[in-house]
């Protein structure tokens, strides 16, 4: 299998200077060279429904250049030059994919997570100061219009809403019922702004150039990323056109060039408004001339796509897909019984580790080995990445890519400034340098602390804000993080969200909120509250009051625990590894105690190679054996634990 294995293989590749490496001058060209190697080939086939997987609309490069065309020269109609942004609303549908090459063609493309609530929408579009929003036309069982309502006359610098039709998708009697419906319904408007149908203005642009005149420089603003930040203060990481042409030539490192492997087809299940579908499932087969198959508008969350997923990669013989843990938990309660799973090559995880239980099950029911990766918005998406084909040792987030300096380094703990490259399997920071690392958040206020100035007269590292560790053999491991983001099933959840919400109660004095692990989503948000004196607060009233307030439907905490201090620091801040310590502990024991077993305290202790630990003392009746009985009740969790030896 191509791809490099170990450090060595990646002295190899470097050896040829990366300036003497091909490039594409920007994503537009990229994609040109990638639709050049095959015209007719498919580029893409949008899979609606998954309860009808074999059922799809197909592209080729041709048709798919023709798209791509059209929509940079309607932005560029609309007046959208090089520093002017397009934001897109949209499930994951062809037309969404078209917007994120063609609007980077015109201006700078900002992909909008549709699930957020309105106000923090208007939020990240006033802070990108967005110009044109491409979005959803209204459609029965979706509320994406209806949040445009709302928002639209919080932006002031909106001037073009573009609507994106699913009809036209639908299967001919289903086509006929929306269209009736719509003989009572007025043609979409929002008041003070030009809304136009996406479609209807695409047929009438010319699909064989560019009719803008525009040179596209490496260094332009290509995207920006929203990546968190609290209400009314969104982080916007923007990316350069450099940036995603070198992270995206990178992939044929790991799987090999498009003559070395021939057609590859590629599956789209995450959203593409995260970094990982944009660069994983879009730039990279199309740069490639490989074929995308796009799972349903809501990706792995659409019916049947999962519960269907070893149909789909039979019949559209499906080479690689990436996920996030709770996507291939989901996989292993699907048979794959009398299906032909052998196109499958490359399955990779992100977002949030995988347990080793999850991973050797994976495998021996596919013959598939998950490649575990590591990267972030900041970073172009991919950083490290178990080799392919290989056996990584457990645990290991895998080798740095080619061409990216990722290293441990130890930073003083009060002042943030570097101190010293870590020793091998010592714990420290995961600082990343290269041509793939942004160049600072959007907004200047949050760009304290985020780069590191080693001393070695180069360009300074991007402060991951995770705890990590190298082994001797190069592998990275992730020990824990600084960063405080909650992390559920690869969605990012900015803990501030649930704090400023739930302190807003006027009984709530203090709030923490943590991750508690899951088994399958990694982390679910939970909080930690003091009252205020003298009032009675509940945990169900805060959870209600919760689910009002917060904005991010993900970020709603599944439970809220009213506590009579919370652990503080010497300078009075909340010490949450504390309270994340004890979280560990009481899932872990009411976990086991539910299994049957009889459980002593447990103690979580730090470790300087495997961050947090659990030591577990536990019995159970005459004649159980404990070890696998706590390995089964542990199944899916990613923290580690260890036995004490009265429970051997």
Known sequence: MPGYQSLADLAAIEQTPLRERPSAPNTFAMVEQGAALNPGALALRFVLNGEQPTRSTDFTYAQVLDRLHQTANLLHELGVGATDVVSYLLPNLPETAFTFIGAQAAGIVNPINPLLEPAQIADILNACGTKVLVTLRAFPKTDIWQKVEALAALVP????????????????????????????????Q??????LDFGRELRRQPADRLTSGRTIASTDAACYFHTGGTTGTPKIAPLTHRNLTFITGLTEFMTGTAAETGPLVYFCGLPMFHINGAVVTICAPWSMGHTLVLGSPAGYRGPGIVANFWELVEHYRITLFSGVPTVFSRLLEVPTTGRDLSSLQYAICGAAPLSRELILEFERRTGLRIAEGYGSTECSCINTLTPFGGDGPAGSIGLRLPYQDVRIGVLDAQTGLYQRPAEPNESGTILIRGENVFRGYLQAGHNQGVFVDVGDGQAPFFNTGDLGRQDA???FYITGRQKELIIRGGHNIDPRLIEDALQQHPGVALAAAIGSPDPDAGELPVAYVTRVPGHAVTEAELLTFAAAHISERAAVPKRIYLADELPLTAIGKIFKPALLKQEIARVFTQRLTQAGLQVQPILVRDDKQ???VAEIDATGPTG?????????ALKGYTVPYVLRPAAG
């Open 610 to 612: 495997l961050g947090l």
């Open 157 to 188: 610098t909106l001037e073009t809403v573009l609507t994106v039709d699913l009809r036209p998708y639908l299967p001919l009697p289903q086509r006929l019922a929306v269209g009736a419906l719509r003989l009572a319904q007025a043609t979409p």
């Open 473 to 475: 053999h190069g592998y």
């Open 624 to 632: 159980t054996d404990v070890a696998p009985a706590v390995q089964q």
């Open 190 to 195: 929002l008041p003070g702004r030009r809304v």
